[in-house]
């Protein structure tokens, strides 16, 4: 099978690596517009999981992206000048740079054909049995069909923006600070630019973004209030922008795209071109790392194109269900931040890691949190008696044998 896979992002190389590993005669050009090693943002994060998955399909690389990932197992929340940690899952992040440094080094060796600085428009597409349209969110292919794919994009209401640091967080952390003009918060994680560096996202909503003059300020002025302002977290560290050619700062509204078909003829989606869920979640390159693997392993599983594209878009739109619903949920969470952010620190960091419930809006949020205390409480005595259970049995069995002796 001949497959042009427009975009050298995750998602396009990674489909590129699996598309060889199960076939090496596939011939397989990945075209990316930017010059090789170019790219935008900074870390990207993702959970042990992905890790395990990776693993599966390719051990090679994702030897290579464990290497150069940092680890947390910790959360930290300052608001006001209040701090609480709690445990948490097994994060990890890596510079989206040094991600597609490995997956670029590991599809050239496995022979595919890597274009850089080789655009593709919707009327020069390339000769081939499929086309993967894995551009981004803006994706050129996808929108000069867009009545056919059912695309919709949704802004949210909250102004963000996407910031490197030379701090290097040992720990996923929060910081929530009160200005006259309203709440303002950021997003720090370990892994920036380099393994010595982090990432920084910080959000507000419009009118603190507008009352703080954030609206018209170039990106160094900018910085600089950004900088004063979460100065507790960074430590003196500055803050690193991406600005415009005009030397404005770069500051975003998310924007939800979905997609009714994600495939038309011998042309489908891939990663952010198909579907974006909120960035709160941290999900984005796990999402594209997980369709490149249901597009390859419908590719191998059924013999007719029109049969594979059809199984790998009923089986990621069903995949993606809980996780668009978490993503909603997450950003409509900071969206309501007031409706949290005076609760005693400990509770307030306790809903933020609940903000994917779909209850939580409805339920008063100190009545939520007594109901999900409750519910951890009577899990545990769940585990402790699955766990007792066993254990008691073979002492009374144990005993009763003693005693017939």
Not at 170 to 176: I, K, R
Request: a neutral charge; proline letters at 5%.
């Amino acid at each position: 099978m001949k497959v042009a896979c427009v975009g050298g992002g995750p998602a396009g190389l990674y489909l590129s690596i699996l598309l060889k590993l199960r076939d090496p005669s596939h011939d397989v050009t990945v075209h990316e517009r930017d010059p090789e090693g170019a790219t935008y943002g900074w870390g990207v994060t993702y959970w042990r999981t992905l890790l395990d998955t990776l693993h599966e399909h390719d051990p090679e690389s994702a030897r290579a992206i464990d290497e150069s990932s940092v680890q947390w197992r910790e959360g930290v929340a300052h608001v006001r000048d209040l701090t609480t940690r709690r445990p948490g899952d097994e994060g990890r992040g890596i510079g989206r740079h040094r991600l597609l440094e490995i997956l670029t080094a590991r599809a050239r060796a496995l022979g595919v054909r890597l274009e850089f600085e080789h655009r593709i428009t919707p009327d020069t597409l390339p000769a081939a049995d499929l086309v993967v349209a894995g551009d981004g969110v803006h994706s050129a292919l996808r929108t000069r069909h867009a009545d056919h794919f059912g695309t919709r994009l949704m802004a949210g209401r909250n102004r963000y923006a996407w910031l490197g640091t030379s701090k290097a967080f040992d720990a996923f952390t929060f910081a929530f600070v009160e200005t006259a003009h309203g709440w303002i918060w950021c997003y720090g994680y370990g892994y920036g630019f380099g393994p010595e560096a982090g990432t920084c996202v910080v959000e507000c909503a419009p009118e603190t973004w507008t009352g703080l003059g954030l609206d018209t300020a170039n990106e160094a002025a900018g910085l600089a209030l950004l900088e004063k302002l979460f100065a507790a977290v960074l430590d003196g560290h500055p803050l690193i922008g991406r600005s415009g050619a005009d030397g404005t700062a770069q500051w975003l509204t998310f924007r939800t795209l979905t997609n009714r078909t994600w495939h038309r003829g011998n042309l489908v989606l891939l990663g952010d071109a198909a579907h974006t869920t909120h960035y709160s979640i941290g999900a984005g390159t796990t999402l594209a790392l997980e369709d490149a693997i249901a597009l390859a392993d419908a590719l191998h599983e059924h013999a007719s194109l029109p049969q594979a594209l059809a199984h790998y878009e009923r089986a990621r739109k069903q995949a993606l269900l809980p996780v668009q619903s978490a993503a909603r949920y997450s950003a409509q969470w900071y969206e309501n931040l007031p409706r949290y952010i005076d609760l005693p620190p400990r509770q307030m960091f306790a809903l933020l890691g609940q903000r994917h419930s779909p209850l939580l809006p409805h339920v008063p949020p100190q009545l939520y949190y007594r109901l999900d205390r409750a519910a951890g409480q009577l899990e545990a005595l769940r585990r402790l008696k699955r766990w007792l259970g066993p254990k008691v049995a073979r002492t009374v069995h144990a005993r009763a044998l003693t005693s017939r002796r």
